[in-house]
Each structure stands twice: as C-alpha cells, then as structure tokens.
C-alpha cells in the first residue's frame, strides 16, 4: 500500500521559505509516476502547486512558478517542496500526493494522498 | 486557467436520498475530471477519474458522467459515511479544482 507522509516546520517566519518534505513508503519513487503537492487554505478549496517526475522533470501552477522549487530524492525515496517570501496567504494545509498513470501516460489526479500538514505564516 | 465551478455549494440531504452535483468547466476538456471527496481533518480521496471511472475500492452508489464542459456526479443512495465536501479537478490542463460542495445532514 502507497503511504505519504509530509513533515516540515508548521511554522514559517514572513518572507522567508516554507520547506517540506514528503516520505514515501510502499512504492519507489524510481519506479516512475509524478508527485505533486497540493495546498488548502483553512476552510477553502483545494490547490495544485507543482508535480515532480523521478527523473527530476517539475512543472508548476503558473501562479506560483516564480516562487516554487520541486526537488526529489530518491535515494531516501522523498520529495520536498520549497516555496520562498511566503505571506499570511501562503497559509494552508499541505498535501503530497501521487499522480496517477494510465496505461503509461501521466495522468494529473492524485490517488494517493499524505494526511497533510498546516503551515502558518506569521511572525 | 481552466476555471471550474460547483453547484450548489452547499445542501441538506437525508440517508437514503439520491443526490446529484453538477460541475462546469470554463472550457472543453473532453473527459479529464476526476472527483474527490474529502472529509473534516482528512485528506481527499479520489472517488472517479476520467469522467465516470470509479477508483478501485469506490462504492457503486457513487457515479459520474458528462464531458466537454458539463459534469455530474450522483450518489445513488446517500449513506451516513457520504456526508462530506464533494470537489471536481480537471487535468485537462495544469490541474485546476472547483470549490466544492459541502454536503450535511438535514
């Protein structure tokens, strides 16, 4: 069974980076598939913030590519997620996630999910 | 952005009803939905991909359908364990989701 798990400081200074990190147990992330972060302010909806392949390929949300670093290490089968000058509006829960492969094409939904982790942004 | 919105954004419902929620995309994307449900502290959980795909493990009385701009999924008998928000992505382009739609006990 596919297991994600996020830890990082749930809470971040403003202005400076948010870094996270997400285990994965159960699968190798070598083995292929993308994996993707995706963020949820309290009490709102869901965002997608980037997804990262094992061979390092990343792509971002638009909105966030400036600020937004996806790196992946697969020798301890993790992938982090980096997010510099962080506001009150980075505020969230974030998710890791799987995204899902059919028939060997990348498909961007996420079958897998960590339990998330809250991140304050505050000084 | 692929826009996606939700209606409605929140109903009353009783064990037993057959509910529908609808989603609409801003533009096309074919059958790249997918629906996920998420209770209060929990992460979503993917229900239907690719319009109306059930994920394994899913229970039937859970269905999609549509395509182009216009889709809906529809709880055919709701259970108490189905009260939760409902939200729909599309991963037609850069993944977007709608708002959700929050469903509770009447």
């Known amino acids: 069974q596919v297991q994600l798990q996020e830890s990082g400081p749930g809470l971040v200074k403003p202005s400076e980076t948010l870094s996270l990190t997400c285990a994965v147990s159960?699968?190798?992330?070598?083995?292929?598939?993308?994996w993707g972060w995706i963020r949820q302010p309290p009490g709102k909806g869901l965002e997608w913030i980037g997804s990262i392949y094992h061979s390092g390929s990343t792509y971002y949300n638009p909105s966030l590519k400036s600020r937004v670093t996806i790196s992946v290490d697969t020798s301890k089968n993790q992938f982090s997620l980096k997010l510099s000058s962080v506001t009150a509006a980075d505020t969230a829960v974030y998710y890791c996630a799987r995204g899902a492969m059919v028939r060997g094409v990348k498909r961007d939904y996420f079958d897998y999910w960590g339990q998330g982790t809250l991140v304050t942004v505050s000084s | 952005a692929i826009r996606m919105t939700q209606s409605p954004s929140s109903f009353s419902a009783s064990t037993g009803d057959r509910v529908t929620i609808t989603c609409r995309a801003s533009q096309g994307i074919s059958s790249y939905l997918a629906w996920y449900q998420q209770k209060p502290g929990k992460a979503p959980k993917l229900l239907i991909y690719a319009a109306s795909t059930l994920q394994s493990g899913v229970p039937s009385r859970f269905s999609g359908s549509g395509s182009g701009t216009d889709f809906t999924l529809t709880i055919s008998c709701l259970q108490s364990e189905d009260f939760a928000t409902y939200y729909c992505q599309q991963y037609y382009s850069y993944p977007t989701f709608g708002p959700g739609t929050k469903v509770d006990i009447k």
């Open positions: 159960g699968y190798s992330i070598s083995s292929g598939y993308y």
